[in-house]
């Protein structure tokens, strides 16, 4: 993520400052309105996607934390090696040269379609239906002990009073 979301990052190196409105998933930077009609019409940008700053601060932080680019080479990640399963540069491949390496595409382009997504979809959706039924289940159980409790201390109470019956004394 970066340092301020808050702030246009192409204005703030030209030491303008000016409020962001949009964030680049690809170059990781915010943006403002007037950079926006730069970066939709410049060649090597206008591909990029672009979502408002509203809807990128309102994303879980382990979306926001997802590296587009390699943290060794800063470089875009392109590749992705299947046998240590990790996403990689174009010089990280030197490294993995007896791994099977596969363009990062061919690895996302059908993920919400696979079999493996639809069935963790599955899990989780059984998950969260487990997770109410319990929360419910406990809910009554909360509900039943207090109840049970009204009657032990009625039942304690009758059994306490003090009996009329006079005692002999030998």
Same mark, same amino acid.
């Given at each position: 993520m970066a340092s301020s979301t808050n702030l246009c990052g192409p204005c703030s190196e030209r030491n303008i400052t000016k409020p962001s409105a949009f964030w680049c998933t690809e170059c990781e930077e915010a943006i403002c309105d007037d950079c926006r009609e730069h970066h939709k019409v410049l060649k090597a940008t206008r591909s990029h996607e672009l979502i408002t700053i509203d809807r990128y601060k309102s994303l879980p932080s382990f979306i926001t934390d997802i590296l587009q680019s390699c943290t060794y080479h800063n470089e875009k990640y392109q590749h992705y090696c299947v046998a240590h399963a990790l996403p990689m540069c174009f010089k990280c491949i030197q490294e993995h %040269?007896?791994?099977?390496? $596969?363009?990062?595409?061919e690895v996302t382009k059908n993920a919400k379609t696979s079999g493996h997504f639809q069935d963790l979809e599955t899990r989780l959706i059984y998950l969260l239906q487990n997770t109410d039924r319990i929360k419910k289940d406990r809910k009554a159980n909360l509900v039943s $002990? /207090? #109840? %049970?409790? #009204?009657?032990?201390? /009625? #039942? $304690?109470?009758?059994?306490k009073k003090p009996n009329k019956q006079t005692f002999r004394q030998t």
């Open positions: %040269q007896k791994c099977n390496v $596969i363009p990062l595409d $002990i /207090a #109840e %049970q409790k #009204e009657l032990h201390l /009625a #039942e $304690i109470k009758t059994n």
